[in-house]
């Protein structure tokens, strides 16, 4: 099994839409969990942190299932801008550990 | 404040030619790390640093060298440069692992023909 494994994607989803993103990981000692974003040609950037009781920053809401070793990344009222990858990030230890991404094209 | 950049942005390098990536953050922070990221494979964590003086192995550390003399300043070497090593190579920091967020660079995209 892969570290973190995350949709395949592209999602391609119209304006206004609700889109949800998952996430597996397989270390169960893990801790800290993040989802970052990253544009095309640009480096990756912290969206938000995730956390055990589930977390919401505006239209972005992040839950944490211990149990299923599973994260998701819900986006509300998509917007044009959010249109990127988005990258599921888990520590390993002494590391971290970045999944393959998750393509988003939110279209007009 | 520049947070954390990287020199070059872009190199095209022949099989067999070495070189090296400088990357420089200026929020004091102890932990460095040296990533590369290919198609399909997210980001890989080649090599890292704990503070001044210190580097470990990450996933895939063959063919790279790193070195910590300073603590703003964390270099990437390659010394006889492989196509396999043709990437984009992403410098980050944070201040206390799995704690804050990773600050990363612009990127460095290598060619090696």
């Known amino acids: 099994r892969k570290e973190v494994e995350q949709d395949p994607g592209p999602f391609n989803v119209p304006e206004g839409a609700t889109v949800a993103f998952n996430c597996t990981y397989s270390?169960?000692?893990?801790?800290?969990f993040f989802w970052y974003r990253q544009d095309c040609r640009k480096e990756p950037k912290l969206l938000m942190s995730v956390y055990s009781s589930g977390n919401e920053d505006g239209r972005f809401t992040a839950q944490l299932n211990r149990a299923s070793q599973y994260i998701s990344l819900l986006i509300r009222d998509s917007k044009l801008s959010d249109s990127a990858t988005y990258l599921c990030?888990?520590?390993?230890?002494?590391?971290?550990?970045f999944g393959p991404g998750t393509r988003l094209s939110v279209l007009p | 404040n520049a947070g954390v950049t990287q020199t070059p942005k872009f190199r095209v390098l022949k099989t067999g030619q070495s070189m090296t990536l400088l990357c420089a953050q200026d929020m004091n922070h102890e932990y460095m790390y040296w990533y590369r990221q290919d198609p399909g494979m997210g980001l890989r964590l080649i090599h890292y640093s704990v503070g001044e003086g210190t580097t470990a192995k990450g996933e895939v550390p063959d063919g790279y060298n790193v070195s910590r003399l300073k603590k703003q300043n964390f270099l990437l070497g390659l010394e006889s440069a492989a196509p396999s090593q043709t990437s984009v190579y992403f410098c980050a920091s944070d201040g206390a692992f799995g704690q804050e967020t990773q600050y990363f660079g612009p990127g460095t995209r290598l060619l090696v023909l």
């Open positions: 990030v888990v520590d390993y230890g002494q590391n971290f550990v």
């Open positions: 270390n169960s000692a893990s801790q800290s």
